[in-house]
């Protein structure tokens, strides 16, 4: 018999050896720039950036009305130290490492082969699905909602073991790191669902009832933080429906997205096994939606589908564990692949984070059952496995280095996505490569000719060009598809005041107050055209809400603080 401190080194040592694989595939990552949502949620947002910390337990951020205090008092605490990127990426690799570890302590609680609890863990390490999730800086929520959830799960099971006052000391820290989970991000509620199939493999025999009575306190908690988002967003769920461009699930019939979020599902499961062509977006249009039950896609996702489900069931009457081991992956992955109900989104690569354990524990499973008198064979293929997709993992990280290099890869790799094209020319024109930006605004248009946005873009290119009226007349194109954007009031308004035709720039900066009142550009701009127009009280009364409107940027609280500073040294 060995020596317990021997295990406890052996398992040590593990722990390490894993932590240093988690991180290797992730080293280029660290020379990332913010990208993509990181510049509205981290790096311009007053709120992380100069507000005080105990303000952010009320912060609700767009889009999708997010509620994640946790997650964003660590970004508040990376902007503490620093305001470059590093340090932001330092944290998620770090985090990702833990993730790592904490799964392999999971799957030796559920497994007794500890070689296939560390194949597993392996595999989650390098896995090239999981770049978004820890690339990009605000996947962190991803990353911290994971790591309570299979931190919650592993306390439970330590719970099940235990007796008396340890047995209450790990239910505690159990329920505790679950709701840590749920103010990290909201998918934590999947340990809710996984609690019951845990006691099951822990106790096959026991009552419903004793099922149900262990998984009431996850209930609770999981109310109580649906109670604290109601006080805070005003809503338990989305308060509206996502925008067709972001999700076009959410504003079609049941069956058709029962039948796209099918085919949604078996990519996520070509993905998994196959993780060759990575994208960062894939809204409208770059998965149409499956308006037939005889649309081929429908049909290969179900063979796929229902092949995958074969092999599992027909394995779970041999490898013990299996059926546990799928459950870790299905039931995160039900919550957000659109089938119960229509999420933020139609299909994201860092969605893939959690439900991806339960299938590296499959895959070790299997395949350690299929050469299970072939060791050298099966440690052979693993090692190319893991070699393949660590080397996929770091060649990934370098499209996320700047958002230039980001959207093109990701026009690459979704030529139908209007958002790709848009983001890629919002990149480009930052770039003043302006043809190119143009060429890309047009066909964002062309996939979704009601993307406003896109046509407010085109506008500026010509603004930038100093064609006045070439911009004026795709400003009132975006106003055609979507007459509530601010921003082209604003803009409309810019060019008018500058051509000195104050009347109209005032027009159109009221018509924007009119639809986003608490916009302080709007106000600061109108404020200024009063002025020009020669009523100094009503410039300066304009001026006088300010402090009470929040800035949506560094770059517009740093503009209006300028403007108003101006404007009020005008009138003295």
Not at 330 to 336: E, F, G, M, Q, R
Not at 519 to 542: C, F, H, I, M, T
């Amino acid at each position: 018999m060995s020596h317990p401190w021997t295990s406890v080194n052996r398992q040590l040592c593990i722990a390490v050896l894993l932590a240093a694989i988690a991180v290797l595939p992730y080293a280029n990552s660290l020379t990332a720039d913010f990208t993509f949502d990181d510049l509205t949620v981290i790096r311009n947002n007053p709120a992380v950036q100069r507000e005080p910390a105990q303000r952010l337990w009320n912060n609700v951020y767009l889009p999708g009305f997010l509620y994640r205090p946790l997650t964003m008092l660590t970004y508040a605490a990376n902007a503490r130290l620093s305001t470059g990127p590093f340090y932001y990426h330092v944290v998620n690799v770090a985090l990702h490492a833990s993730v790592t570890v904490a799964s392999y302590g999971l799957a030796r609680q559920l497994l007794a082969s500890e070689a296939i609890a560390f194949a597993a863990a392996v595999l989650f390490a390098v896995h090239p699905c999981h770049t978004e999730a820890v690339t990009s800086i605000v996947g962190r929520a991803e990353l911290l909602a994971a790591f309570f959830v299979v931190a919650s799960l592993l306390a439970f099971c330590r719970a099940l073991k235990a007796e008396g006052a340890l047995r209450v000391f790990w239910w505690a820290i159990s329920l505790g790191a679950m709701g840590a989970g749920l103010l990290a991000k909201e998918s934590a509620f999947t340990t809710i669902a996984l609690i019951p199939v845990l006691h099951w493999h822990r106790l096959r025999q026991a009552a419903i009832r004793q099922r149900v009575r262990v998984t009431l306190p996850y209930l609770a908690v999981g109310l109580a933080y649906l109670g604290l988002r109601l006080a805070v967003v005003g809503s338990m769920g989305l308060p509206t429906p996502p925008v067709a461009l972001d999700n076009p699930l959410a504003h079609v019939a049941p069956t058709v997205r029962i039948a796209t979020a099918l085919v949604v599902l078996a990519q996520y499961a070509s993905l998994f096994a196959i993780p060759l062509q990575l994208s960062a977006d894939y809204s409208f249009n770059a998965i149409p939606l499956v308006l037939s039950p005889f649309d081929s896609r429908l049909l290969l996702a179900m063979v796929v589908l229902g092949c995958g489900a074969a092999v599992v069931m027909a394995g779970c009457r041999r490898v013990p564990g299996l059926a546990t081991s799928a459950w870790l992956g299905i039931v995160p992955l039900a919550l957000t692949a659109n089938l119960l109900f229509p999420i933020g989104t139609i299909k994201a690569e860092r969605l893939l984070y959690l439900p991806s354990l339960g299938g590296c524990l499959l895959v070790a499973m299997l395949s350690a059952r299929a050469l299970r008198d072939r060791r050298r064979a099966y440690n052979a293929l693993l090692l190319i496995v893991v070699m393949s997709f660590a080397g996929r993992t770091w060649a990934r990280n370098y499209d996320w280095q700047d958002n230039l290099a980001l959207f093109k890869a990701t026009v690459a790799t979704s030529p139908g996505s209007a958002k790709a094209h848009y983001n890629a020319a919002v990149a480009l024109q930052q770039h003043r490569r302006l043809d190119e930006a143009l060429a890309h605004y047009r066909r964002a248009l062309e996939i979704y000719p009601k993307y406003a946005a896109a046509a407010l873009g085109i506008g500026r290119v010509y603004a930038l060009r100093g064609d006045d009226d070439r911009a004026l007349s795709w400003y009132e194109e975006a106003l055609r598809s979507d007459w509530r954007l601010a921003d082209v009031h604003l803009e409309i308004g810019l060019i008018h005041e500058k051509q000195r035709a104050y009347t109209r720039a005032e027009a159109a900066f009221r018509e924007g107050l009119a639809n986003d009142p608490r916009n302080p550009v709007l106000r600061v701009n109108l404020s200024a055209v009063r002025l020009a127009q020669g009523d100094r009280w009503e410039a300066l009364s304009l001026l006088d809400d300010l402090d009470h409107l929040p800035a949506t940027s560094l770059a517009e609280f740093e503009t209006v603080a300028q403007a108003r500073r101006e404007i009020e040294e005008a009138a003295q």
